[in-house]
């Protein structure tokens, strides 16, 4: 199965964006990228998703490198909100889901 | 709606009782997971039912046995647990890609 790897922990200052990365180098194809944020004490909340081309919502962008090897989750302007473990997921085409190791980000005010 | 419900909350049991998880979903999505999430890692994908059928275990301990009852509901029943099951166990539901997740039961083994 391919993995993900994650820094454990970033920090970023309140207004500034942020850039977390995740490595992705055994994707298969068809493999979907997810990000995925947990607060404590809720279930995780679906952040963005991408197969090959950068993708744009309300919530962040989603940079995929061309060979697919890495993504980086962009939050544009970090808010005290955003402080939560981020986690980098690969969706295969029959449902299986494999959760990367997350990264706790931390926000400065 | 595009809630996931689970029930119980918090559920305390010992070795040898048979208890029962709930996840419900009215959102009409095809496939339903439950994972199970220790303190400070992250979710691990435990079985995954698509249009009512099991399409994935991951080789998960006979003790947790699934249930999809319709497309709306999801059981996970349990029996003879050991202390290290204890954990956080998360239900999702999804139709394509996008996964809904409930907010979990905090399952404790005596």
């Known amino acids: 199965d391919a993995k993900t790897t994650q820094p454990n922990s970033m920090e970023s200052n309140e207004e500034e964006p942020v850039h977390l990365p995740c490595n992705h180098s055994t994707i298969s194809g068809t493999d979907y990228i997810h990000w995925y944020r947990q607060l404590p004490s809720q279930g995780p909340e679906y952040v963005i998703h991408?197969?090959?081309s950068n993708v744009n919502n309300r919530m962040a962008s989603l940079a995929i490198a061309e060979d697919r090897k890495s993504s980086t989750l962009i939050l544009h302007r970090a808010t005290l909100r955003d402080a939560a473990v981020y986690y980098c997921i690969l969706k295969t085409s029959y449902d299986k889901v494999i959760f990367g190791p997350g990264t706790s980000l931390s926000v400065i005010p | 709606d595009t809630e996931v419900t689970q029930t119980p909350k918090h559920l305390v049991m010992g070795m040898t009782n048979k208890k029962s998880l709930k996840c419900e979903q009215h959102?009409?999505?095809?496939?339903m997971y439950w994972y199970k999430q220790k303190a400070k890692k992250p979710p691990e994908l435990m079985f995954v039912?698509?249009?009512?059928?099991?399409?994935i275990n991951e080789s998960v301990p006979s003790r947790f046995s699934p249930e999809c009852p319709n497309s709306s509901l999801l059981n996970l029943h349990l029996h003879a647990l050991q202390p290290e099951d204890s954990a956080l166990y998360l239900c999702?539901?999804?139709?394509?890609?996008?996964?809904?997740f409930g907010p979990g039961t905090r399952l404790t083994v005596l």
């Open positions: 991408g197969l090959t």
């Open positions: 959102m009409g999505h095809r496939a």
């Open positions: 039912y698509s249009y009512e059928k099991l399409s």
């Open positions: 999702a539901s999804s139709q394509y890609r996008e996964q809904f």
